[in-house]
């Protein structure tokens, strides 16, 4: 096996110069591997933009009760006014005022059911009488409608 330090005729090459002397001894000269191209110019900064809307969330967790036609607001974060029960699977949930919510278009909703395989949840955000309103639709895989337990989290775009 060769010695990579050796040249083509075996004998080591010419010793480099000895460079300034550092602070942590002799510094020699760097070598060099090659030309490389230029960069090329960096760009402008742009100017900094808003960081996008404010973004506040509607947290619960409901359980409808079809011997009461009620919809029972187990757990929420306070934003969540009412949850009222219109039919089996068919509920409709309104949000406190918030100031700056002006229209659905400014909710995200996202549900989910308990440990329920095949449940399908439909969500239609709505908006009205200076509130925010999901309308919230709960089926079997065969999409007939069933009472079921179910957790809702908005993103409210404000």
Do not use: C, W
């Not at 404010?54 to 011997?67: H, M, N, S, V």
């Not at 009205?128 to 337990?149: E, L, N, W």
């Amino acid at each position: 096996m060769s010695d990579p330090k050796l040249g083509l005729d075996g004998r080591r090459g010419p010793r480099g110069e000895r460079g300034e002397r550092g602070e942590r001894g002799h510094r020699g000269r760097d070598g060099s591997d090659g030309t490389t191209g230029s960069t090329g110019a960096t760009g402008a900064t742009g100017a900094t933009g808003s960081t996008g809307p404010g973004q506040e969330t509607a947290a619960g967790q409901f359980r409808p009760d079809a011997l009461s036609s009620t919809v029972v607001i187990t757990s929420q974060n306070g934003l969540f006014a009412s949850a009222a029960y219109n039919a089996v699977g068919d509920y409709l949930l309104t949000l406190v005022p918030i100031p700056g919510l002006t229209s659905a278009d400014q909710l995200v909703p996202v549900a989910t059911a308990f440990l329920t395989a095949g449940t399908i949840i439909t969500l239609l955000p709505g908006f009205s009488g200076g509130q925010g309103k999901i309308s919230v639709q709960v089926t079997d895989a065969a999409g007939v409608p069933i009472d079921r337990s179910f957790s809702v989290i908005a993103a409210l775009l404000i």
